[in-house]
């Protein structure tokens, strides 16, 4: 446990809302994650940070941004949710350099009706 | 672009059989290399990972993996498996000089009683 967690849980929406979902860790990581998982395509990488207001996108990034304002929290938002977004995502952080191992928050469900 | 192939979607054992899941990747410089395991319902959590020397290394619950270099191979092994051992398996490598971790599938393990 790396001291992560994430917030909803479980949501629901409608197609065209606007979602953002949370992740706090309590450790100082510099390196946050998020990615979304579906069946048959495992875990594919949205956005990444490596630091407070430093980020980058990773290979399904498009209808996601993120911010980090704080070294504790990467916040991931669909400015418009589709349907193609219901997922699960997870957020994850890299414990540093010497170690250089992802660990994972518990995930949250999203539902885009 | 770099990617991780898990051959296997579907396996189903019956308790104490033994277990291999395959895993290759395509980069051809220097690699991490880590399983994953996601049990129903819970977030994903590390099995065993891989930066240097013996390339046979052994992770928790009794599982271990193999580093074949000339083959860009990580296979995961269990001598006898148990019915908790039904779970999404997950390989993951890291090239050197990146802070992004690809993905395989994952491979889903059902163990029968």
């Known amino acids: 446990d790396a001291g992560i967690t994430q917030s909803p849980r479980h949501k629901v929406t409608e197609t065209g809302t606007p979602v953002t979902l949370r992740c706090h860790q309590t450790e100082n990581h510099r390196y946050m994650y998020w990615y979304r998982q579906d069946p048959g395509h495992g875990l594919r990488l949205i956005h990444y940070s490596y630091g407070v207001k430093d980020t980058d996108k990773g290979e399904v990034s498009d209808g996601y941004s993120v911010s980090r304002s704080k070294t504790e929290d990467f916040l991931l938002t669909l400015e418009s949710a589709t349907s193609s977004q219901t997922s699960v995502y997870f957020c994850?952080?890299?414990?540093?350099?010497?170690?250089?191992?992802?660990?994972f928050g518990p995930g949250t469900r999203l539902t885009v009706l | 672009a770099q990617s991780v192939s898990q051959h296997n979607h579907h396996v189903i054992l019956s308790e104490a059989a033994s277990l291999e899941l395959g895993c290759n990747y395509s980069?051809?410089?220097?690699?991490?290399l880590f399983w994953y395991v996601q049990y129903p319902g819970q977030h994903l959590q590390l099995l065993l990972k891989y930066f240097s020397g013996d390339p046979l290394v052994k992770g928790i619950k009794g599982f271990e993996a193999e580093f074949i270099k000339s083959k860009f191979s990580f296979n995961l092994r269990k001598p006898s498996v148990q019915w908790s051992d039904t779970a999404e398996y997950f390989c993951?490598?890291?090239?050197?000089?990146?802070?992004?971790?690809?993905f395989g599938t994952g491979t889903r393990l059902k163990v029968l009683a």
């Open positions: 980069y051809g410089g220097t690699v991490n």
């Open positions: 994850a952080i890299r414990s540093g350099q010497r170690t250089d191992t992802q660990y």
């Open positions: 993951a490598v890291k090239t050197s000089g990146t802070y992004k971790y690809i």
